[in-house]
């Protein structure tokens, strides 16, 4: 087994309290400590490195040191469930993407505790250079329908009995590669908030993105 440099517990503490005891996703923001329904508390917070602990881990950087890859600056603050997912969709969460969040949480709980916020702001255009086609048939789609805001995520062989007064979207695995994971990218960009219920995969354009996607070409 390889030799893990793992973070010693003040270490932990510290990329704890620099994000403000929240998830660094900056769309989840989750905060990760508070009572556990009696007389203690609960922490669901997990600091995980940014380059993996060990050789054959998520984003290994064999350039580092020891005491880099278990430094402060090699990790990021996230709840469980981000942790996981970061780890297991490395492709959507890159090196920098996990850097980014980290300076973003930091400086929302700096300007926090000094009574300001802190709004991010990304460009939908770097959406059209990683997924053209999607965005093509999504704004293709609201062009015909502008005041529709939801879609599912599934197959074509699927039956979906949906709503007629409330008109979906739908767009099909059969159409784009790596459907799931330009989702995951597009939360991240806030250009879609995922709304799955009934085991349908479920997502809703904000208006922000939407009124992006009626300008003109």
């Known amino acids: 087994m390889a ?23 900056q769309t989840c923001l989750r905060p990760t400590i508070g009572p556990d329904g009696a007389d203690e508390s609960a922490s669901i917070g997990v600091a995980a490195h940014i380059t993996a602990a ?9 350039t580092l040191t020891a ?3 278990a430094a402060a600056e090699n ?3 996230l709840c469980q469930t981000c942790s996981r997912l970061v780890d297991v969709d490395v492709t959507s969460h890159s090196i920098g993407q996990l850097r980014e969040w980290k300076t973003l949480a930091e400086m929302r709980a ?27 048939e999504m704004r293709d789609d609201i062009t015909g329908s502008p ?3 939801e879609f599912i995520v599934g197959s074509k062989k699927w ?9 979906v979207f739908s767009y099909h695995f059969e159409d784009h590669d790596n459907l799931k994971p330009m989702l995951k990218v597009m939360q991240n960009y806030n250009a879609i908030i995922e709304t799955t219920y ?20």
């Open 54 to 62: 060990a050789e054959g881990g998520p984003r290994y950087d064999p």
């Open 159 to 167: 039956s979906y009995n949906g709503d007629s007064e409330n008109p």
């Open 3 to 25: 030799k893990r440099d793992d973070f010693r517990a003040p270490v932990v503490r510290t990329i704890a309290q620099r994000a403000g005891y929240r998830c660094s996703n």
């Open 75 to 77: 990790g990021v603050w």
């Open 198 to 217: 009934n085991n349908v995969d479920r997502f809703e354009l904000t208006e922000d993105f939407a009124e992006y996607l009626l300008l003109p070409v």
């Open 147 to 149: 005041f529709t805001r």
């Open 110 to 136: 700096y300007l926090g505790i000094r009574g300001f916020a802190i709004v991010v702001s990304r460009s939908f255009q770097k959406l059209e250079d990683k997924m053209p086609i999607l965005l093509a």
């Open 67 to 69: 005491e880099e890859r």
